[in-house]
């Protein structure tokens, strides 16, 4: 340790710098209210570098508001919310444009706009970014994005309307990694797609999460996506999040809504199906 870190050390400001490297999102004492409607009381999330962490919580508990809220697109009424270290709750909503080429996201139901073909969607952020690029390079890269999120390259000359469910969420997924984000936010990202296109899709996150270094915040109902690619998952309930942690972790907390979702007839069946399919990767006796 350098005499300069060793000093900082003992101020505790090295241990907080290293703190905040490690955990690009975190979220302290959260409160937002729409009208006399509570959303968020005092709720805390860290995110650590390089998970894929999962949020989970009941229809209408606050997860996309919590997501907008992180990205700066929602004020809340209280509350501290650090991204990359960077306050996004104290700055002015200018000051966040130099941390938005840091962060993709796909909104729940993707958004994409309609009139535009899967490129020109994938070229907007570009454009919006680096307002000078030459349109070649735009195209490149954009056909690089879209080839990159498991598309042929040929849909991006195609509109939104002539793509399937799965297609349009791929879309998105180009459109959120155009600026090469570190950070990618997915809210509920497999819902409405089949279960054979849901795990396509998961393989996928967990492939670009790997190959590009990426940072996760996944907002799913997903079961089996929660089994499959989650490091951590958080769970929202009671206007907080009530305990994050990896899945065996959660069911030792024994909260009910934990309890009832784990250990429902779904959560036991993605359970299941999980195991079988370790099993049948490390078959019993192999390698004895
Ligand atoms: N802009 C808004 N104005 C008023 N109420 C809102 C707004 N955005 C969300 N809400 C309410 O906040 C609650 C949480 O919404 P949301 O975060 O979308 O839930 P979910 O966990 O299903 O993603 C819901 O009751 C929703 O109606
Ligand atoms: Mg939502």
């Not at 919590?66 to 501290?80: C, E, F, H």
Request: hydrophobic share 35%; proline share 6%.
């Amino acid at each position: 340790m350098s005499e300069e870190e060793s000093e900082r050390e003992t101020k505790g400001l090295g241990r907080y710098e290293r703190f905040r490297g490690d955990h690009p999102i975190v979220v302290e004492g959260l409160v937002n209210r729409f009208g006399d409607q509570t959303i968020h009381e005092d709720l805390s999330l860290t995110v650590n570098r390089g998970e894929i962490l999962g949020v989970v919580g009941g229809s209408g508990t606050g997860k996309s508001v919590l997501m907008r809220s992180i990205i700066g697109l929602q004020t809340p009424n209280a509350g501290q919310i650090e991204v990359f270290g960077r306050s996004i709750t104290d700055a002015e909503p200018d000051e966040n444009l130099g941390l938005r080429n840091r962060w993709g996201v796909l909104f729940q139901g993707g958004a994409l706009f309609s009139t535009l073909t899967v490129g020109e969607n994938v070229e907007v952020p570009l454009k919006q970014f680096y307002p000078d690029i030459q349109p070649q390079l735009l195209h490149e890269i954009a056909r690089y994005k879209v080839v990159m999120s498991g598309l042929p390259e040929e849909a991006a000359s195609k509109y939104p309307s002539e793509l399937s469910g799965g297609m349009k969420k791929r879309a998105g997924l180009a459109r959120a990694l155009a600026l090469d984000p570190e950070l990618l936010f997915l809210d509920e990202p497999t819902a409405g797609l089949d279960p054979i296109g849901a795990a396509k899709f998961d393989r996928l996150t967990r492939e670009l999460q790997q190959t590009l270094g990426l940072t996760v915040f996944l907002i799913t109902h997903d079961l089996d996506t929660l089994y499959e690619i989650c490091d951590r998952v958080a769970v929202l309930a009671d206007r907080q999040v009530i305990a994050v942690g990896t899945i065996p972790e959660l069911l030792e907390t024994d909260h009910p809504w934990i309890d009832e979702y784990f250990n429902g007839p779904r959560g036991r069946a993605a359970r299941e199906s999980k195991t079988r399919a370790e099993t049948m990767d490390n078959p019993p006796g192999d390698g004895a």
